[in-house]
């Protein structure tokens, strides 16, 4: 079946730094891919979805800013966190719209 | 009130035991609907996969979906403690629109 390959699925960075994270899909093009985020012991918050060649539409919250979404091929979609902050710990999870979605394995991020 | 509500749990059940998983939905033009599991700091898992109302069976997983009650189900037979993780009902209404999520279910097999 149809693949989302998710990497890293885990990463620790300091305060400050960016992290990129990026979401490929196997064996399918993606035309729309959905980026999450997810606290623990809560369900999936959609933060932004990508259409291939452009720009991502973010949900009321979220700062573009921040969280800068690039999905410039119908296979990868990347999502960098820039300037992180301890705030921004958190579980990501990229999806490939389809019947049915398809999900990344996800990335822990922790940020000192 | 939410889209789609779904008790947290825990639910804690003995192994062997059925167990039986609801979601409710507010918004009848849902068509899609589907039950992923996940454990711990891992992505969604695809169980079952729903169009429209009926019922849909795979292995020891059956899903349900009752349109006119805005209401769907997955009962799992044969329960094992591997089956302990947090599931996820999800819908939506079209194919490229947004996932619109339930709370997650935490279900617990005790062997």
């Known amino acids: 079946g149809a693949v989302v390959s998710q990497h890293p699925s885990w990463v620790i960075c300091k305060s400050g730094t960016s992290v990129k994270i990026e979401c490929r899909s196997l064996d399918f093009q993606a035309t729309t891919m959905f980026w999450y985020r997810q606290f623990p012991k809560q369900s999936l918050m959609l933060m932004a979805t990508s259409n291939e060649g452009s720009k991502a539409t973010y949900e009321q919250g979220v700062e573009k800013d921040k969280f800068l979404i690039n999905h410039a091929s119908l296979t990868l979609s990347t999502l960098t966190v820039t300037s992180a902050h301890p705030e921004d710990s958190s579980f990501y999870i990229c999806?490939?719209?389809?019947?049915?979605?398809?999900f990344g394995s996800g990335t822990q991020l922790s940020v000192l | 009130q939410k889209e789609v509500e779904q008790d947290p749990g825990p639910l804690s059940v003995p192994e062997g035991a059925i167990v039986s998983l609801n979601c409710t939905y507010s918004?009848?033009?849902?068509?899609?609907f589907m039950w992923y599991r996940q454990y711990s700091r891992k992505g969604p898992e695809l169980l079952m996969y729903?169009?429209s109302s009926g019922n849909k069976e795979d292995g020891r997983f059956t899903a349900q979906v009752d349109k006119s009650s805005k209401y769907i189900s997955l009962f799992i037979r044969d329960s094992q403690p591997s089956d302990s993780a947090t599931y996820l009902c999800a819908m939506n209404q079209d194919s490229n629109y947004q996932l619109i999520w339930g709370a997650g279910t935490k279900l617990i097999i005790k062997p």
């Open positions: 918004n009848s033009a849902f068509q899609y």
């Open positions: 729903t169009y």
């Open positions: 999806s490939a719209s389809g019947t049915p979605p398809v």
